[in-house]
């Protein structure tokens, strides 16, 4: 592969279809780690119910995170509608390129729209400031 060539459109979106499903899998697996760095046990679906949840393994104290928290996808999916937007740059640098990285950018926007935490409904938060007319 020549440093100039250009990539077909098929091949970047499946390689980006590949990287978005790796991100997804890992956060809906819903893997929980023990913060403790000598215990490092890893659960599935924690649903101890407590402030901080706590490391169920015998003789261990920590607390337990996510693995792969929503945070982490979310920006994930930021970093990829960023990556292919052109017009952050000067359009004319891409050239032929410029059609397939405007594609890549509506794939990758429909992707992440599919995200649950991706767009907030700022309406109902504040929908008590709302009066009527």
Do not use: W
Request: net charge positive; with cysteine.
């Amino acid at each position: 592969c020549e440093c100039n060539q250009i990539f077909a459109l098929h091949y970047i979106k499946n390689k980006t279809t590949l990287l978005i499903r790796k991100h997804k899998i890992l956060y809906y697996e819903q893997i929980m780690r023990c913060t403790d760095l000598s215990c490092g046990a890893r659960f599935r679906h924690f649903f101890v119910k407590r402030k901080k949840p706590m490391c169920v393994k015998p003789g261990c104290n920590g607390s337990v995170e996510l693995l792969y928290p929503e945070e982490k996808l979310l920006d994930q999916m930021s970093y990829l509608q960023n990556l292919f937007n052109t017009q952050r740059v000067n359009g004319s640098l891409f050239g032929e390129a410029n059609e397939i990285f405007e594609s890549m950018k509506l794939f990758v926007g429909r992707e992440s729209a599919m995200c649950a935490g991706n767009r907030v409904n700022l309406g109902s938060i504040f929908s008590f400031l709302k009066r009527p007319f």
